[in-house]
């Protein structure tokens, strides 16, 4: 404040030091803003120039009271740090537990510097008790350390439940996966965060900018929305970068706060901000008495992947799950599930690049023509793992088995997604730029893949499948015969299918690319011009073979001309060529052997290829054969079972051909 003169400060990010702050900016008379500091002391009814641009712990009281009296819990025991960010809660939420006769039997406080030895211990005292509904605020930090503990302590088992705050749902998304593991089954409470387009693309520049696999959070989309709300304030307060502050001691030292002074701009710009309203990532943006508005919450279940939700079905947490679950064989020895109401199966979509399906030789493009020389032609399954490239799945789903299983790629190459924007980053980067040289996934997602990118990909290779999405009951539950029938007369309606389909997969009327996006009339698969190339290579090498063949006919048995007359010649010898085509070649494979059977005396020197002179006949064989003039050239000898010239009139009857 006083060596920058800046007129605002966003920040800090815990409580504990936002007061100090708070304090500096209510004496320069310049607002500080925190997306984060969630305490209920840090009110800025006490601090004039404190705004707190996201909600205090006080707003999830009523989510948390509504949570536990649907439940029937009668003791709860809350674990929280100790500090003023764990305290706060606290008070608030023992007033409201109050008012449905809800106890807490015991309060375990944890400080964020305790060791694991030392949670340890409070989570054997803990485990010794009688209540096991647990109540967890914490940060992050100290959060992730002690459910690692309660999983490894055989806490998370069936009897015990869990629930934590938003200040540790909301940073759910960063944490490691071996945290993730250990808070399965957990129940949270955060604010509801609405599902838009510009979350979409926030989430996607994010993963472009940065190469951690840390996510976007509710966290993060409020510091965005602070940014902003701040920008559109200096703006439209027309705050100029000159403008001074009052009151300025002459002192040097960096850290006498006598010498801050006060800021000019400092209380137009408070008021400017207070006022200022839009639709942000982390909802509607709008103050009240200095705090965003308060907005929805959702309870949720961190339950991981499919398979783990599934599974609370057995263990009598849930009742149902229902959803794009797709039946799996390993599935159903632990739930029932109901006839599909959709067809299903994995397969696999590729990156083309613009005008690549016109392209007639792009049959050739999955090898390279090293491969094609060497091994003809391989399934490109084979081609991607033994090339080490990287390949994409639907993050949580059972694909990720399936590629390990059954197609025998390595772990190591699999990179998990969300998004229909996550894939096309990922296949528009390619395996050796940070992306993937191919996605794995459910048909219903390629479809809605397809129809948002439309020509840019394709969905190529084997389906692998599955019986489709149904919705899990327990087994036995007599709701899956009424589930099943129900499903029933939705499916096998065509007009409502068609309607389903056409509503959720042709939505939209041109991709990004500006193509066709239409499921129903665009095929990702290769049309007959993109084998044009194929047809081109067959129809030269059949059309050479038959010239060559042609050309080796015409010089074997091309009349002579001292046998054909003058006249006419062309159409003579024209005549007698069609003449030995239509005959039988004895020296051919099919025809030595049998004659070599028949007659093994039959001189070698016969020409492999030639057929028989017209003039010179074997005698062995006029003897053998019946001859009629006027029939045909190719008699059958009934006696020896073979194909023979025929035999007689040997000459040609120029007088009659004329």
């Given at each position: ?5 800046v ?10 030091q ?7 900016g209510?004496k320069?008379?310049v ?6 500091a ?16 996201t ?8 989510a948390?009271?509504a949570?536990?009296h ?5 003791e709860?025991?809350?674990i929280?740090?100790?500090t003023?960010?764990?305290n706060?809660?606290?008070l ?6 109050q008012?449905?006769?809800v106890r807490f039997?015991?309060r375990s406080?944890?400080?964020?510097s305790s ?6 211990k409070?989570l ?9 509904i647990?109540?967890?605020h914490?940060?992050?930090s100290l959060?992730s350390k ?6 490894n ?18 940073l759910?998304?960063?944490?490691d996966s071996k945290?993730m593991d250990s808070?399965q089954g ?11 387009k510009?979350v979409e693309?926030f989430?996607?520049?994010?993963t ?5 696999s840390?996510k976007?959070?509710?966290f ?9 709300a701040?920008?559109m304030?200096?703006?439209?307060a027309?705050?100029?970068?000159n403008?001074?502050?009052l ?5 040097e ?14 209380p137009r ?5 207070r ?14 008495k ?5 907005s929805?919450?959702?309870?949720f279940?961190s339950?991981?992947?499919?398979d783990e939700?599934?599974?609370q079905?057995k ?24 006839l599909?109401y959709s067809?299903?199966?994995?397969s696999?979509?590729v ?7 016109k392209?007639?030789w792009?049959?050739l ?14 399934s490109?399954?084979?081609v991607?793992n ?5 390949v994409?799945?639907?993050?949580d ?7 390990i299983?059954?197609?025998?790629i390595?772990e ?7 998004t229909?924007?996550e894939y096309?980053?990922a ?24 129809s948002?990118?439309?020509?840019r ?5 084997p ?5 489709g999405f149904g919705?899990?009951?327990?087994l036995?539950?007599?709701l ?5 029938r129900?499903i029933l007369n ?8 068609t ?8 939505s ?12 129903s009339?665009?095929?990702p698969?290769?049309?007959v011009y ?10 030269v090498?059949?059309?050479?073979s ?12 091309w ?33 030595r052997?049998?004659e ?6 039959i001189?070698?020197?016969e ?9 010179s006949i ?8 019946t ?21 007689g009139d040997t ?8």
């Open positions: 404040m006083k060596n920058e003169k007129h605002a400060i966003i920040g800090p990010q815990r409580s504990a936002v007061k100090f702050v708070a304090n500096l209510e320069a008379q607002p500080i803003l925190s997306f984060s969630t305490s209920p002391f840090l009110s800025p009814n006490h601090n004039p120039f404190f705004i707190q641009t909600q205090d712990d006080s707003g999830q009281v009523k948390i009271t949570l536990v649907a439940y029937g819990w009668q709860i025991i809350p929280y740090e100790d003023n960010y764990g706060g809660l606290i608030y939420l023992k007033d409201a537990f008012e449905i006769d039997p015991y406080l944890i400080h964020p060791k694991d030895s030392d949670i340890l409070e054997k005292k803990l485990k010794a008790m009688q209540s096991r647990f109540l967890v914490m940060t992050a959060g002690l459910f690692v503990l309660v999983k302590l055989g806490m998370m088992r069936e009897g015990y439940a869990w629930i934590i705050t938003q200040g540790l749902s909301s759910l998304d960063p944490i945290i808070m957990v129940l949270g409470i955060r604010p509801y965060l609405p599902i838009s510009n693309d989430e996607r520049r994010w472009k900018s940065f190469t951690s840390r976007a959070n509710l993060g989309f409020r510091a965005y929305d602070t940014i902003w701040l920008a304030a200096v703006e439209k027309n705050i100029k970068q403008s001074s502050f009151k300025q001691n002459a002192s030292s960096k850290v006498d706060l006598a010498a801050i002074g006060v800021s000019e701009m400092g710009l408070l008021n400017t901000i006022s200022t309203e839009f639709k942000g990532l982390g909802g509607y943006f709008r103050l009240v200095g705090q965003l508005e308060a929805a919450f959702e309870i279940n339950a991981g992947t499919y939700l599934l599974y079905i263990l009598k947490k849930f009742d149902a799950v229902i959803g794009d679950t797709t039946i799996v064989a390993n599935r159903s020895s632990y739930v029932d599930f109901t599909p067809e299903s199966g994995v696999m979509v990156s083309m690049k613009d005008n690549e399906k392209n007639m792009i049959f493009k999955p090898l390279s023509w090293d491969l094609w020389l060497a091994i003809g032609a391989v490109i399954f084979i991607i033994k090339n080490g490239y990287f994409g799945y639907h993050e789903s059972f694909v990720r088995e399936l590629l299983k059954q197609l025998n390595n190591s190459k699999l990179k998990p997604y969300r229909p924007e096309h980053e296949l528009s980067k390619g395996s050796h730029d940070g992306g993937v040289a191919a996605i794995f996934d459910e048909i219903p997602y390629i479809r809605l893949f397809l948002k990118y439309g020509s990909y394709a969905m190529v290779g389906i692998y499948k599955t019986d919705f899990a009951f327990p036995k539950s007599p899956v015969s009424y589930i099943s129900a939705v499916t096998q309606d065509k007009d409502k299918m309607t389903i389909m056409r509503k959720y997969f042709a939209q009327t041109t991709c990004v690319d500006g193509s066709s996006a239409e499921i009339s665009y095929s698969s290769l049309g993109s084998f044009g190339g194929l047809f081109i290579i067959v129809g090498a059949s059309m050479c038959l010239l060559i063949y042609v050309a080796k006919f015409l010089h074997f048995h009349p002579a001309s001292n046998i054909i007359p003058t006249e006419g010649s062309f159409w003579l010898r024209f005549i007698e060529l069609v003449k030995h085509f239509d005959q039988k070649d004895l020296c051919s494979c099919p025809f052997r049998n070599s059977k028949l007659n093994p005396t001189s070698s020197s020409g492999f290829g030639a057929s028989p002179s017209i003039e074997d005698d062995e064989e006029k003897d053998s054969r001859s009629s003039e006027g029939a045909d050239n190719v008699a059958i000898d009934e006696n020896e079972g073979v194909f023979s010239p025929r035999h000459s040609i009857d120029v007088a009659s051909l004329l």
